[in-house]
């Protein structure tokens, strides 16, 4: 994360590992709820996997748009697709948390699981 990134790969990586691993957490906990187990430990791994998603993602931005070296990373940068995939690595764990935290809210206030 220090250095140049040079692949739209390489920056997702992480952060879509993370975002997979959160989804997956949820929907075990989301099926566990469902079936009248306790799923806290799976909702919360969940939530940590996708902020540690956010924390990367945070990185790679943090990279671009530090005052000290980001004029220089951005020059490294060799096209727009991997400029966008900065972006795109910590929208998709904020847009992840907020879609938990809306699952979360319309389950607390239906007072069950969600069923589709």
Known sequence: MGGSSHSSLEVLTLPALCFFFAVLLRFLGWLRDRSNQKATGLKVSAYLAAALGLYV??????SMFNPETGYLYMQ???????LYSHYVSAALPILTLLAFGAWALIEKRLGRPLSF
């Open 57 to 62: 993602g945070l990185q790679y931005l943090w």
């Open 76 to 82: 490294s940068i060799p096209s727009n697709k991997v």
